[in-house]
């Protein structure tokens, strides 16, 4: 029990700075869905699905990397973050000055010809994004929670902060301040700029994050070793075909509605999507605060003598957590669709397919493990490849037909998918006695839950409430009864 209370006591920490750091960003929202009509808030959902795809190129699996040959061989762990460091800073560099030198061209393939400046912003975000990730992963690798949670937490509210200032405190000085306030805030406000303030403040945050990561980077002298960068890509590039591949099939569908849909709709569908996608926010960090601290746990676990029993009985705890969080959802979704504006709630019937998507792909993560630890991670590409197949045929298929809820649903089929093939490919490679049949039960108990708690409609909203927190005490029932150690995992992350 020690070890899994460690983990989480390490994933709350790693999920204080990504769950509440980015749940606070999750409220600029209500934000973004009032301040902008659902086609501008499609650019944002468009522009931050290329930010995901190119830190994925622009890292290609290093983070993963640093974790294994660190764990190799922890005399020599300086020299492999400077390797890997010294690699990330220079393939990041030649991207930002390729992309400055063909913004026109580019702006022009994707239908921004007139606003070319969020190409600009777009390639200096991802660069310096990428070269942050090493010094992030470092903090991962030496167990130092607190300092990651810090840095964090400094960029989300530099960024928050400047949201709020472009977007409602400017705009409210002009309309109602004297005009010599409003002459002196025009200087460093321009109402034209819209949509581009959501990029200008993510620089300034990525730029800050940064400087405080600095120490990370120079505490060490920088050196660069040829032979252990090559071993290094040789692990880390199927990585990269897989996180690719997971690029596709977490966010290509989006891409995709825009260039399927006729152009007058595209982007306000891509707008309600991308906005309903955000009230699956809470499964989705979940699921990454806890890759955050699992992965370099895992490692440091895989060599003792009960780490199956230990990577089933995680894989359990991980499944209850994201069910609480697909429930609490769910059964108050009257209370969660607020947080985005009217015009989006048309698409709150895609909400819980979503849920269980990143519910899945969670899984998926979790089961990764064998093919990172047995250094067979060509697997993982092969599975994503596998993914990206699904995802592209089934929105090509769908979309034409139900829009955005094909889309949902092929992301749902193609997790499952994925989930399913790592486990039984894992278990003939690196078995691990994960208990199935129980994971089924309480999926299926969720899901029963779910179904009832829908089905009270007509009764005044106090009662539908307290019905659903009945629900939630007899799924909580079922929990305990199905793991009974859940008692002790949450005293011993209390106590951390």
């Known amino acids: 029990m020690k070890p899994i209370r460690r983990l989480a006591g390490q994933t709350a920490i790693y999920g204080f700075s990504n769950i509440l750091g980015r749940f606070i960003n999750f409220l600029l929202v209500p934000l973004y869905t009032r301040v902008f009509i659902p086609g501008e808030y499609g650019v944002v959902t468009e522009m931050y699905v290329y930010v995901a795809f190119l830190l994925i190129v622009l890292t290609y699996g290093m983070e993963t990397a640093l974790f294994r040959f660190t764990e190799d061989n922890p005399v020599k762990k300086d020299r492999v973050f400077s390797t890997a460091l010294s690699s990330v800073i220079a393939t990041s560099a030649i991207f930002i000055l390729a992309v400055l030198f ?10 921004y010809q007139d606003n070319v400046e969020y190409i600009v912003l777009l390639c200096l975000i991802v660069g310096l994004d990428a ?13 130092r929670p607190w300092r990651f949670a810090i ?44 949509v581009g303030y959501v990029f200008i403040a ?6 800050v994050s940064l400087i405080m990561l600095a120490p990370v980077v120079f505490g060490k002298k920088l050196s660069f070793d040829r032979l252990l960068w090559s071993r290094m890509l040789i692990y880390s590039l199927p990585l990269l075909v897989a996180g690719m591949a997971g690029w596709v099939n977490e966010a290509l569908d989006k891409l995709l509605l825009k260039f399927i849909l006729p152009e007058e709709i595209a982007m306000e569908q891509v707008g309600i999507y991308g906005a309903v996608y955000k009230l699956s926010i809470m499964m989705t960090l979940f699921v990454q605060a ?4 699992a992965e370099p746990f895992f490692f440091a676990q895989a060599g003792k003598v009960d780490s199956g029993q230990l990577f089933a009985r995680v894989m359990n705890y991980f499944v209850i957590t994201c069910l609480f969080i697909f429930l609490g959802i769910m059964l108050f979704i009257d209370i969660v669709k607020h947080f985005i504006g009217p015009e989006f709630h048309e698409g709150l019937s ?14 998926f993560w979790n089961l990764s493990i064998w093919y990172k630890l047995t250094a067979k991670t060509i697997y993982g590409a092969m599975f994503s490849v596998t993914g990206a197949a699904i995802t592209i045929l089934l929105n090509i298929w769908w979309i034409p037909l139900f829009g955005y809820h094909g889309s949902a649903w092929a992301t749902l089929v193609c997790y499952f998918t994925l989930a399913a093939l790592s486990y039984f490919t894992g278990q003939k490679q690196y078995r691990i006695p994960y208990e199935t049949g129980k994971i089924f039960i309480l999926i299926t108990a969720a899901i029963g839950v779910y179904l009832a708690g829908s089905v009270v409609t007509g009764f005044p909203g106090v009662y539908t409430y307290l019905f659903n927190v009945l629900l939630l005490l007899v799924f909580s029932g079922i929990c305990i009864a199905a793991e009974p150690g859940l008692k002790a995992i949450f005293n011993g992350a209390r106590r951390v």
């Open 151 to 194: 840095v964090r937490l400094t960029g989300i509210i530099i960024n928050i902060g400047l949201v709020l200032f472009f977007l409602v405190l400017c705009p409210g000085i002009n309309e109602s301040a004297p005009e010599w306030v409003s002459t002196l805030v025009n200087r460093v406000y321009d109402p034209g700029i819209g």
């Open 290 to 293: 806890f890759r955050f601290a």
């Open 350 to 363: 895609v909400v819980p397919v979503l849920l269980l998507a990143n519910m899945f792909l969670g899984i």
């Open 102 to 111: 063909f913004r026109q061209t580019l702006a022009d393939l994707m239908r």
């Open 202 to 207: 993510n620089l300034a945050a990525t730029s």
């Open 131 to 143: 070269i942050a990730a090493i010094p992030y992963a470092k903090l991962r690798a030496d167990n």
